[in-house]
């Protein structure tokens, strides 16, 4: 039995579709979206008709008609906590990914866009592994203070694609495994994988973990307080500083890595501080996965765009290899990863979630 599957992937600047015949890729087109197409919506969800209208054209493009599809997956956003899985969009998850319920992110678009286009042709719509996926354990849980609990919200759709592909090749299932993976794009994670479960992981999204090329990781916290009240910044230059504007951007002006690392290689010493720096970081969050998995760890995995740098891969491998097999995937793998997501489901071998 052949399904053909269009997978979904909204990011900030750009939304991913692919056409999957069960697991072999025979459409893809990465649609950019220019700053000046974007400025005129205020929040992210406004631009679901616009993004929309973009992928149903490309469809029409591929000569594949939207009839022939069997169902449509999208990446799924800020979401209350889930475990991971596939799961039907339902009108309980429209809801929540319009508010964004725990905040704004372009994956918030995944799972409405796939619905609103499923539904024309009576076809179901899922998300796979949304960036909420929640598998902590109760002691990852604890912050600090009672008010505040640690959040998992992290790149789980390539994590988890890329550390079953590494089992595979390693002639093991996930299942049976300790991972640490590192996702090194536009946010950085770092999770400690505990038999197919991911126990701890940084928030990814909001200041916790390595800076990334947009965001600024973990802070000192009593100088960001002094800072927020100094009178000398508003909450929303505050804010972007976190996310968007933080990290590389803050320091030198672009969040292009290819870019820093080929101006540290010509000789510029700010870029390779900052260079040195992200590995540095990175390291020691690996290091401190490496702890919740009691130093017991079958590999670590480097993904993400960012994993494309020698340098940077070479940084962070010389600090972490003490602990076990590096192994690098750069790029991600999650077009495939939606595409096998909802392809388990039509086949029968995986029951859908429910939100
Ligand atoms: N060869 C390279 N060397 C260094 N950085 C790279 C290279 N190729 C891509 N990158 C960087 O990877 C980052 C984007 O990673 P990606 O995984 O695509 O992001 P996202 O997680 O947002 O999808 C960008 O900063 C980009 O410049
Ligand atoms: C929302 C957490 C995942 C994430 O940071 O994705 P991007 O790097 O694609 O923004």
Do not use: C, W
Not at 61 to 87: D, F, M, N, Q
Not at 170 to 193: F, Q, R, W
Not at 311 to 322: A, C, E, L, M, Q
């Amino acid at each position: 039995m052949s399904y053909k599957i269009l997978a979904i992937n909204p990011g900030s600047t750009s939304t991913k579709i692919a056409i999957y015949e069960n697991e072999k890729e025979i459409f893809e087109k990465t649609l950019r979206h220019t700053n000046e197409e974007l400025a005129p919506f205020k929040n992210i969800s406004d631009q679901l008709e616009f993004r929309r209208e973009v992928i149903l054209d490309a469809v029409a493009e591929s000569g594949i008609k939207i009839e022939e599809l069997a169902a449509i997956v999208g990446r799924g956003g800020l979401l209350k906590p889930i475990a991971g899985g596939t799961y039907e969009v339902n009108e309980e998850m429209l809801a929540d990914l319009k508010v964004g319920v725990l905040g704004e992110h372009a994956s918030n678009l995944g799972g409405r866009i796939a619905h609103e286009i499923a539904s024309t042709i009576s076809k179901p719509s899922y998300i796979v592994d949304p960036v909420v996926v929640d598998e902590l354990d109760e002691v990852a849980r604890v912050s600090g203070i009672p008010e505040l609990e640690r959040k998992s919200i992290f790149h789980a759709l390539n994590q988890k694609a890329v550390a079953r592909r590494a089992a595979k090749e390693m002639g093991k299932s996930y299942d049976e495994l300790n991972l640490i993976v590192v996702h090194l794009g536009g946010g950085i994670s770092v999770g400690a994988h505990s038999n197919g479960r991911v126990i701890d992981v940084n928030n990814a999204l909001d200041g916790d973990g390595p800076f990334s090329p947009e965001r600024s990781g973990q802070l000192p916290i009593g100088d960001l307080l002094k800072m927020a009240t100094s009178g000398k910044y508003d909450l929303d230059f505050i804010k972007k500083r976190i996310k968007g504007n933080g990290g590389v951007v803050a320091y030198l002006d672009t969040n292009d890595m290819k870019e820093v690392t080929d101006n540290a290689e010509n000789g510029d010493k700010k870029s390779a501080l900052i260079v040195e720096a992200m590995g540095y970081q990175v390291a020691k969050e690996v290091g401190a996965m490496a702890a919740v998995l009691s130093g017991k760890v079958d590999a670590i995995i480097l993904t993400g765009g960012i994993a494309y740098s020698k340098k940077i891969v070479g940084d962070i491998t010389d600090r972490i290899s003490f602990i076990g097999e590096v192994k690098v995937y750069p790029g991600e793998d999650e077009m495939l990863a939606l595409a096998e997501g909802g392809l388990r489901v039509l086949t029968g071998e995986e029951a859908p979630k429910k939100y």
